[in-house]
């Protein structure tokens, strides 16, 4: 199993950027698909979520109305939008995948990407 993440940078403050997760390996279509960062210093935390099941996202309250999480089942990639970046949002993002029930309320990686790096300055 493989998940590539690309598409970070550095990138000024109240910019964007795209963020894309490339799998291989696994059957992406029934995996829950996630979005987790790394500040300098700082615990891994949860960023987003999709579930496979019914599209239903779930987001950071620190990224909510800023980020937004989607898939694309036929090229078994995961994307994270970035708007309105801040220099808090600098941080390694990883993905992840998580094969869940249906409607799997909780996300558990099961695999992670290796992170790529976003730089927002200020």
């Known amino acids: 199993v493989q998940l590539e993440a690309s598409g970070g940078g550095l990138v000024q403050a109240g910019g964007s950027l795209r963020l894309s997760c490339a799998t291989s390996g696994l059957t992406f279509s029934i995996y829950n698909m996630g979005w987790f960062r790394q500040a300098p210093g700082k615990d891994r935390e949860f960023v987003a979520s999709i579930r496979w099941s019914d599209g239903r996202t779930g987001y950071a309250d620190s990224v909510k109305g800023r980020f937004t999480i989607s898939r694309d089942n036929a090229k078994n990639t995961v994307y994270l939008q970035m708007n309105s970046l801040k220099p808090e949002d600098t941080a390694v993002y990883y993905c992840?995948?998580?094969?869940?029930?249906?409607?799997?309320?909780?996300?558990?990686?099961?695999?992670w990407g290796q992170g790529t790096l976003v730089t927002v300055s200020s």
């Open positions: 992840a995948a998580d094969k869940a029930p249906a409607f799997a309320s909780s996300f558990t990686p099961d695999y």
